[in-house]
């Protein structure tokens, strides 16, 4: 090929690879959602004078192009896919741990020790003052250790819940760890998802019934049922690499009774279990209709004695299995939940007491159960209410 | 924009001005004119803020700091437009009679922002006489991507490592860590610059500009000397030509070429950011510049070119702390680091994991800070068999369109930002 040729050649595959994707980005419609992503992508920004001078409609503008930019979600995944070829062992936070696990990762810097010991206050008050029996689960990283990447850093759970039980006490502290830890060769987390799987779920009730004292219900693992098998989680949003999905399952014993579920006061179903959120990426969502502020469950059991629970999401899983020990359970997770969190718990309270006796809890003299029950993480970034 | 504005018109004008009164006094004090302004507009906004603050460090006061926004570009036309009026005046360049075609040396977008400094006399003819050719297209969208390539794969995730370590608590960073650090930062800036003047000049040889080259793989240098040769040439250029010489570089006996010496690094480092930090770091290579013109470039030179080389990458590295980390805590903090005063250890299970993760990474961008790549595909367009014409040509054109996609997906992903935790 002529020198010139071959200079123009050169041109037309630069330049057609910018053109191409110039028309393409043009005649495509734009997304208005992206469910990989969990939110709104940005839409075509509107053009105003302030807008340029400020200097916002460029960046607005620039926004808008990259978030609908055409095969958005294919590009990312060539890019995890060049990170995985350069042997990046995480990716936007998460680990590639071994065995196909994604394993979310939580550096020690980024719990201060100020902010330990703020929830922790709040937490001991809790307990004092209503007597709260307190789960705080490990997050996969510290139960699956030999699933992680060499050297990988990780907050020391098991130190923190040590500080837990002496601040809390023991009588009130619930050691999930040691159960989970015996346990962590089995399917106890999902492998593209931060949550515990409902066999993970197990083996807190398990640790619960353990540690307050009661008679199990019996719930048969491998009788456990499959109620869909194709779930890829929050993990699999933030690493787009192709994994083995996930299933979910759930014991049929938490369908037995008629129940009664009431959401926000609003809407009311007859099962701990949402159907739709199967049809959609956020499958983790069928256990309680994903979140809500406040929750009432009506067991059926014949029992008379009732649950408040505080709770983050991993509590969605573990609380069909607390069903036969209570007629009602009431549900608080308090990102969605501003006021007065005690006052609004003594409207709760059951008129007669068949609660154990010898509480001296100020409130409610131990006429209602109180569970604090949130993965260590997430009670460290979250945990906050109002008296 | 609008100062940007104002800067051309000014400078135009001066020109002009210049022109008319050449060879008169009036004529100085125009040149001079000219100089305050660009330096008082620079100064204003760049400088204002750090000098309010010397003087409340200084004289107890508390006054308050302006916080003016810092207009894109200003260092780099400011000096443009300068070089032009002195050029002007000097009789080097001739007057540029056209408002218009004066805008376009000012506000040539390609490097506007981060360079190369380009001297008017460099692209004066260009201006009004200009062809676009295909060849010179071919050469500069390479040359472009290249640079792209530099910045968004290379930059950004050599970045990634200097953005963990450097908020990392340095009292507790052991040495291989802190070595990780400034190895990265050192990377990074190289390739970001390095990149952004790639892009610049091959979207002005596209236009049929020809701007001057600005690095030269600076990290193969075997000392200081060697360094600013080769980095950020065009500052080098200009500070040399317009501030060096002019004081009398080194005609006028050891002592004041020194001097001279330790003035333009002063300002060198002050002109890159409005801190002691930067002034520091002008400071530190003025001493090494002047130790190596009294003896230490002739002991060097005793020794292999692996040893000078070590030298030099070790001063260099040692220079970018100051660069990098702006309080004068944490750049001590950081020294203690690099040396292992601070009692943390040769290295820990943190500097294993960083380094094992971006070990590869590392690897390539250390391979293409050097001639290394470009020499490969010389060598094999020289080979001149039908064979290897013929896989340079594939590699010429398929490399590019790789590096693009590639550069895409990097870009894309960015702002990728998964919003989990509210609905969890």
Redesign the interface.
């Given at each position: 090929?002529g020198?010139?040729n071959?200079?123009?050649?050169?041109?037309f595959?630069?330049?057609g690879?910018?053109m191409i994707?110039t028309v393409a980005d043009f005649v495509k419609h734009d997304r208005v959602y992206s469910e990989?992503?969990?939110?709104v992508l940005a839409s075509k920004p509107k053009f105003s004078k302030e807008g340029v001078l400020s200097g916002r409609y460029a960046e607005d503008y620039e926004?808008y192009v990259?978030?609908q930019?055409v095969g958005?979600d294919k590009?990312?995944g060539?890019?995890?896919g060049?990170d995985v070829l350069?042997?990046?062992?995480?990716i936007?936070g998460v680990y590639l741990g071994k065995d196909g696990y994604l394993i979310e990762q939580h550096k020690p810097?980024d719990f201060p020790k100020e902010q330990e010991i703020q929830r922790l206050t709040l937490l001991e008050t809790l307990v004092e003052k209503w007597n709260a029996q307190v789960m705080l689960v490990p997050t996969a990283d510290n139960i699956l250790t030999d699933k992680l990447?060499?050297?990988?850093?990780y907050f020391d759970e098991a130190a923190f819940l040590e500080r837990v039980k002496e601040k809390i006490g023991k009588a009130n502290y619930i050691d999930v760890y040691s159960v989970l830890a015996e346990h962590a060769q089995e399917d106890i987390y999902y492998r593209t998802d931060?949550h515990w799987t409902s066999l993970g779920a197990y083996y807190g009730y398990y640790a619960w019934v353990k540690a307050t004292g009661r008679l199990p219900y019996y719930y048969a693992p491998d009788k456990m049922q499959i109620v869909t098998e194709e779930f890829w989680g929050?993990l699999h949003?933030?690493v787009r690499l192709p994994r083995r999905a996930d299933a979910i399952r759930i014991f049929p014993e938490t369908n037995k009774k008629e129940i009664s579920v009431t959401y926000d006061f609003q809407k009311t179903t007859h099962s701990y279990y949402e159907e739709s959120y199967l049809d959609t990426k956020?499958k983790?969502g069928y256990f309680l209709d994903?979140?809500h502020g406040f929750v009432e469950i009506t067991t059926g059991y014949a029992r008379s004695n009732t649950l408040f629970v505080i709770k983050d999401?991993y509590a969605n899983s573990l609380i069909p299995l607390l069903a036969p020990h209570y007629k009602t359970i009431y549900v608080v997770d308090l990102r969605y939940f501003n006021s007065r969190l005690f006052s609004f718990m003594e409207q709760y309270l059951p008129q007669e007491s068949t609660a154990a006796a010898g509480n001296n809890a100020p409130y409610g003299n131990g006429k209602m159960d109180v569970l604090v029950l949130y993965n260590c993480v997430h009670f460290l970034e979250d945990f906050h209410y109002y008296e | 924009m609008v100062l940007m504005l104002f800067s051309t018109v000014s400078d135009y004008v001066h020109g002009r001005l210049i022109e008319c009164y050449r060879g008169s006094r009036k004529a100085t004090g125009l040149l001079t004119s000219s100089i305050i302004i660009n330096l008082f507009m620079l100064g204003f906004f760049k400088y204002v803020d750090f000098l309010i603050r010397a003087v409340n460090s200084m004289a107890g006061t508390a006054l308050p700091l302006l916080k003016l926004p810092l207009p894109i570009g200003i260092s780099f036309y400011t000096f443009q437009t300068m070089s032009y009026t002195i050029d002007v005046y000097r009789g080097e360049a001739k007057v540029q009679k056209s408002l218009l075609d004066f805008g376009v040396f000012v506000t040539m977008f390609p490097q506007l922002i981060a360079g190369p400094i380009v001297k008017y006399k460099q692209i004066e003819d260009r201006l009004s006489d200009r062809r676009v050719d295909?060849?010179a297209?071919?050469y500069g969208?390479?040359r472009f991507?290249t640079g792209l390539a530099k910045k968004v794969l290379l930059a950004n995730n050599v970045g990634e490592l200097w953005a963990e370590i450097s908020?990392?608590?340095y009292s507790e960073m052991s040495v291989a860590t802190a070595w990780l650090g400034v190895v990265a930062f050192a990377l990074q800036i190289y390739f970001d610059f390095s990149g952004y003047s790639d892009m610049a000049i091959g979207l002005g040889a596209c236009m049929g500009f020809h701007f001057p080259e600005n690095f030269n793989y600076p990290y193969i240098s075997t000392s200081i000397t060697e360094f600013w040769r080769r980095w950020h040439i065009s500052l080098g250029g200009w500070f040399r030509e317009y501030v060096y010489i002019p004081l009398g570089g080194n005609r006028k006996g050891r002592a004041r070429q020194l001097m001279n010496i330790l003035i333009v690094w002063l300002l060198t480092g002050i002109w890159h950011g409005a801190g002691w930090n930067f002034l520091f770091w002008g400071l530190w290579f003025a001493a090494f510049l002047i130790l190596e013109k009294l003896f230490l470039g002739k002991v060097l030179a005793c020794f292999s070119k692996p040893v000078q080389h070590l030298y030099a990458c070790i001063v260099v590295l040692i220079g970018w702390v100051f660069f990098a980390v702006e309080t004068m805590e944490g750049i001590m903090a950081y020294l203690n680091a690099l040396f292992g005063i601070n009692g943390a250890g040769l290295y820990s299970?943190?500097s294993?994991?960083m380094g094992?993760?971006?070990?590869?990474?590392l690897a390539i961008a250390v391979t293409a800070a050097t001639p290394l790549w470009g020499s490969l595909m010389k060598r094999l367009k020289a080979m001149g068999t039908g064979y290897a014409i013929a896989l340079y040509?594939l590699g010429?054109?398929v490399i590019?369109?790789v590096l693009?996609?590639?550069s895409?997906?990097?870009?894309?992903?960015?702002?990728?930002?998964?919003?989990?935790y509210f609905?969890?």
């Open positions: 090929m020198e010139r071959n200079n123009i050649f050169t041109v595959i630069i330049c690879i910018i994707f990989t992503e969990n939110r926004e990259t978030d930019f958005r590009w990312v060539i890019k995890t060049l350069l042997q990046k062992k995480d936007n810097e990447p060499a050297h990988a850093a931060h929050t949003s933030k956020n983790y994903d979140n999401s | 295909i060849q297209m071919s969208l390479k991507v908020s990392m608590n299970s943190q294993l994991y094992r993760k971006y070990a590869i990474l040509r010429e054109k590019p369109a693009m996609l590639m895409i997906a990097y870009i894309v992903e960015a702002s990728y930002n998964p919003f989990l609905r969890f």
